[in-house]
């Protein structure tokens, strides 16, 4: 019974903006990026991205950039947006990211044909056309997750 009221207590002290980022952040970008002990360790690591001043964290919201992505072509003649993983260069990995959640593929180097940088692949978020409050509330979730911080976001610093 103590447990259910220091949860109730705690998720009380949470502003309200934090808790509509955490659901937006639950909902897109759990995929592809871990915090707090949820979601998919693919993408870049946010835990810095966190620090950052309101203003950065929504340029990488709403970032297209895919320099994180490669254009992965097989000699088969099947081809993907893939995200490199570090290790063995004699068997490379891949997240194939045009699946959600993206799918871990491990290659031999001899299958693949090429992986150049590419264009195609575009940052989810980027594509969904949040509005400024929403774009807010992630970066209020992602600066809570982060550091704690429970401070608002106001929507005009993220425009």
Not at 52 to 79: D, F, N, W
Request: net charge neutral; hydrophobic share 40%; charged share 20%.
């Amino acid at each position: 019974m103590i447990w259910v009221a220091v949860l109730l207590w705690a998720n009380s002290t949470v502003p309200q903006q934090v808790q509509r980022g955490d659901a937006l952040f639950a909902e897109r970008c759990t995929q592809c990026h871990a915090l707090k002990g949820r979601g998919t360790a693919v993408g870049p690591d946010l835990s810095v991205m966190g620090r950052l001043p309101a203003r950065a964290i929504a340029t990488a919201i709403r970032s297209t950039a895919t320099q994180y992505v490669q254009a992965v072509t097989l000699k088969s003649g099947e081809t993907f947006p893939g995200m490199p993983l570090p290790g063995d260069e004699s068997h490379p990995q891949f997240y194939d990211v045009s699946k959600m959640p993206p799918v871990l593929r491990p290659i031999d180097r001899s299958d693949i044909q090429s992986a150049t940088s590419q264009d195609a692949w575009k940052h989810p978020p980027a594509l969904a056309n949040y509005t400024s409050e929403q774009v807010a509330d992630i970066v209020a979730y992602v600066r809570y997750a982060v550091t704690g911080s429970v401070k608002p976001v106001d929507p005009t610093d993220v425009e």
